[in-house]
């Protein structure tokens, strides 16, 4: 199993950047298909960007061109910088892992979830 605690959220202005950081432990992240998702007040999680074992990657219509997710297998952490940030994006963020494929992820079958972080995104 794989243990996973994000970091980086807080408050910008909109326009404005986060990079926001999640440290494995337990596991490689390259055994991982590894995602972000957000989940504003009073409405359902949503995926915002996924990078496969493969190191394909997926974006949200609302993350295209804004954000961009990698990994950096020596310091075993996922990574989303976030640029153009609008109030919209405000919102606790968590960082999800399921083991050798992305079917499923933050849906169905073993995910490993993190504690989340606070990104407000002020007009």
């Known amino acids: 199993q794989v243990q996973l605690v994000e970091s980086g959220g807080g408050s910008v202005q909109a326009g404005g950047s986060l990079r926001l950081s999640c440290a494995a432990s337990g596991d490689s992240v390259s055994n991982f298909c590894m995602g972000w998702f957000r989940q504003a007040s009073g409405k359902e999680r949503e995926s915002v960007a996924i990078i496969g074992p493969d190191y394909r990657t997926y974006y949200a219509d609302s993350a295209k061109g804004r954000f961009t997710i990698s990994t950096d297998i020596a310091k075993n952490t996922l990574y989303l910088q976030m640029n153009s940030l609008q109030p919209e994006g405000t919102a606790i963020y968590y960082c999800?892992?399921?083991?050798?494929?992305?079917?499923?992820?933050?849906?169905?079958?073993?995910?490993?979830w993190g504690q989340g972080t606070q990104v407000t995104v002020s007009s």
């Open positions: 999800a892992a399921k083991i050798r494929t992305c079917a499923g992820l933050g849906r169905a079958g073993l995910n490993y």
